[in-house]
Nanobody, 117 residues
Framework: QVQLVESGGGLVQAGGSLRLSCAAS????????MAWYRQAPGKQRELVAR????????NYADSVEGRFTISTDNAKNTVYLQMNSLKPEDTAVYYC??????????WGQGTQVTVSS
């Protein structure tokens, strides 16, 4: 299995920015997608952003389009989420997800993002 280690969460005021990082514990070949999900209290986990590594194609939830940017450093097997213009409704635990042919689905442990109004 592969461990995914997230960092960068924290407390920020509305309108502020945070950058989340997620690094794999080992080099992963055959990664197909890297993504960020989030789960707010009492709500289901939802997809925030996803990138297909072969094409660079990105997908975003409507609620974050234009404010969040997903990117990767393939050499480091790291995925980032730049979050700008944060809103209180962005408050959630953010999870990174990697799917690879060799290891299937892998999830990070989650990092808390809290946006105060």
């Amino acid at each position: 299995q592969v461990q995914l280690v997230e960092s960068g969460g924290g407390l920020v005021q509305a309108g502020g920015s945070l950058r989340l990082s997620c690094a794999a514990s080992r080099k992963i070949f055959s990664i197909t997608t890297m993504a960020w999900y989030r789960q707010a209290p009492g709500k289901q986990r939802e997809l925030v952003a996803r990138i297909t590594t072969s094409s660079g194609t990105t997908n975003y939830a409507d609620s974050v389009e234009g404010r969040f940017t997903i990117s990767t450093d393939n050499a480091k097997n790291t995925v980032y989420l730049q979050m700008n213009s944060l809103k209180p409704e962005d408050t959630a635990v953010y999870y990174c997800h990697v799917f690879s042919i060799n290891y299937g689905n892998n999830w990070g442990q989650g990092t808390q993002v809290t946006v105060s109004s």
